[in-house]
Every structure is written in structure tokens, then in C-alpha cells.
């Protein structure tokens, strides 16, 4: 690994202190290097907040340090006026030589400009370092504006047998197939989203509250699919924890791809990641319209012997991690 690679490398896992907080804006990391030594480091703040750049400019003590330093970025620095100045104009005013990027950014008002402007006014810019460890890391956000819909993830729990749920259950509520450090961390991949999505059936069955209770964080926009609007305002996904939008016939059109509506339900609404939580018919509707990225599937360590299947899926298996008992497998689509 080239020394380029490395501090890129570094960017990216601090990136990630970000996760969750940044939406919809991209979760960024960048560090300042003098001499073979990382003199300051920064991710993206909260939304509206300072940018990686800012942060990692603002962390340098000896500010006269930056006219000979090198900046590392995971994304191209914007060139826009938003809700805080351009970045690439806080590095020209600090005369940074020399900046590393991981990867171009694919928002229009960006798209290159920010690397334009670096370059003209003397900067030495490189870029393309660890680009696909970036884009991955940048999923979320490129998905967006690549694609014009939200990065979609599949989550299910299904027995040993292969069901998803019990035929009938006693009580309103969810009967679990994983154990409770698989929940917790279910709880943490919510924080994680920008949005949670669930059926009907779902919210009827086990009036769950779609937020996060088990894991410190935000708590995700939630959506539920009720065509015909037939839930009440007591179940637990209406409280004033957070926002909740419904989809019905109001709003989209139920005779036409339905998967495809929300997904462009959610991009004219500026959501850049959604997990889908709802029950097989739900799941198997994104899978059936080839409309998701990747899939988190628990197999728990019980069997039905009966109840509702589980979705089928096809795509390219990246991991298996056993949580105790269970096996969480993750696909992401071919």
C-alpha cells in the first residue's frame, strides 16, 4: 500500500464517525499531512454543520503549517455555496499545495468544478486514490445522484426452516427469531438510515415503534405502506418520536411498479438511504422490481415447521458473521 493510500485509508475510517448524522449530505473524511505526519484530521459534521475539510483546517494548531501540507480526502471538495461556504475556496484562502481525492463527486453542482477550481489556482491535485474503497464507502450518497433514488436495503429474520413469521400469534407483537445482540444491532443499522419502510400487515401484527432504542443515535424517518388507509392513529409508529409518512392511493398509483414510485417518492423528498423492515410481501415487492442494493438476512437458531415464507433473493453473497446463535448474511445485487 503507497503512502497516498494509506492516509486515504485513514480519511475513510474517520469518515465514519459521521455515519448517521451527515444525511443526506455524504459522510466525508479528510486529514492534513506535513512532513510523513498527520497534522490534522476532520469528518463531516452533523447536517449543516462545518465539512471534513473545515474541520480538518480547523484542527491545525500552527495554521502556518498548511502552506506546505498535503490534504487527503475521501470526495472532491465542493465548489458551491450550500448551507456552508465551499470548501474548495477554505483551501485555496489557506494555500494548501498539494490535495489527495479519493473520488470525484457525482452532484451536478460539484461534479468536477471543485477540482477546476483547486487546479487553477495552483493547487496539485491528485485524484483517484483507493477510488472504489471511496465509492463504496460514498454508497449512500452516489446512489443518489447516480441512480435519482435512495440506496435501498433489504433486512429480514428467518428461522432454520426458512419462515419469516408464524402463521397466527397470540398477541400484538413481534415474535423474535434472533437474539437480542442481533436486535441491538438492527437498532444501530437504524440510526445508520436516513429512513425505515414496513407494510401494513406489519404495523397491524406487531405494532412496532421503527425507531431506536437500543443503540444511541437518530432516530430514522419512518414510512409506511398503507394503500387504502386503514391504520388509526393508536398504533406505535404515529407517537411524536418522529416524523412518519404514509403511502397510499393519495400518493402513488397502486396498479403501477410500486417499488419504483417510492423510490422516486423518496429522491424528490431528498432521502439518500432507506431500509426496507417490512414483512415478506413488502421485501419480496423491492426484490420482484430488482429495486434494492443490498440484503441483511438473519437466520436464527429456531424452527417454525410452519408460517409465511421468506423472501427469495439472488445476489452476490459478501459475508457471513455469526452473532452467538445466529447467522447474518449479507448480499449486495449483481
Not at 229 to 255: A, G, R
Amino acid at each position: 500500500m503507497t503512502i497516498h493510500e494509506t492516509h486515504i485509508q485513514r480519511c475513510i475510517q474517520i469518515a465514519k464517525n459521521g455515519l448517521g448524522a451527515t444525511r443526506p449530505n455524504p459522510m466525508v473524511g479528510a486529514i492534513l499531512v506535513y512532513n510523513d505526519t498527520i497534522i490534522g484530521e476532520g469528518f463531516t459534521s452533523t447536517y449543516g454543520g462545518h465539512h471534513a475539510e473545515v474541520n480538518a483546517i480547523k484542527s491545525v494548531k500552527d495554521k502556518s503549517l498548511l502552506q506546505k501540507s498535503t490534504l487527503y480526502v475521501t470526495l472532491e471538495p465542493c465548489s458551491h455555496l450550500g448551507k456552508t461556504p465551499p470548501c474548495s475556496d477554505l483551501i485555496i484562502k489557506h494555500k494548501i499545495p498539494k490535495v489527495v481525492i479519493g473520488c470525484v463527486d457525482d452532484n451536478p453542482k460539484v461534479a468536477g468544478k471543485g477540482i477546476a477550481k483547486l487546479k487553477a489556482a495552483g493547487c496539485k491535485v491528485t485524484i483517484g486514490v483507493l477510488e472504489q474503497e471511496c465509492k463504496i464507502h460514498h454508497k449512500r450518497f452516489f446512489t443518489f445522484y447516480t441512480k435519482k433514488r435512495p440506496y435501498i436495503i433489504l433486512k429480514w429474520a428467518e428461522t432454520k426452516d426458512g419462515f419469516i413469521a408464524p402463521i397466527t400469534k397470540d398477541e400484538q407483537k413481534p415474535v423474535w427469531i434472533t437474539n437480542r445482540y442481533s436486535r441491538q444491532l438492527v437498532h444501530k443499522w437504524r440510526a445508520e438510515e436516513q429512513s425505515i419502510l414496513v407494510g401494513t400487515n406489519t404495523i397491524v401484527e406487531d405494532n412496532p415503534s421503527l425507531t431506536v432504542r437500543d443503540w444511541k443515535g437518530n432516530n430514522p424517518t419512518r414510512v409506511v405502506i398503507d394503500r387504502t388507509s386503514k391504520l388509526n392513529l393508536t398504533f406505535n409508529v404515529f407517537n411524536t418520536e418522529v416524523e412518519t409518512f404514509i403511502i397510499n392511493e393519495q400518493n402513488v398509483d397502486f396498479n403501477e411498479p410500486i417499488a419504483f414510485q417510492i423510490a422516486k417518492l423518496f429522491y424528490d423528498n431528498n432521502i439518500n438511504s432507506i431500509i426496507i423492515e417490512g414483512g415478506a410481501k413488502t421485501l419480496q415487492t423491492f426484490i420482484n422490481e430488482e429495486l434494492w442494493d443490498e440484503a441483511r438476512i438473519f437466520t436464527g437458531n429456531i424452527e417454525f415447521k410452519d408460517g409465511v415464507k421468506a423472501p427469495k433473493i439472488n445476489g452476490k453473497l459478501i459475508s457471513e458473521t455469526i452473532i452467538k446463535n445466529d447467522l447474518l448474511s449479507i448480499y449486495v445485487k449483481d
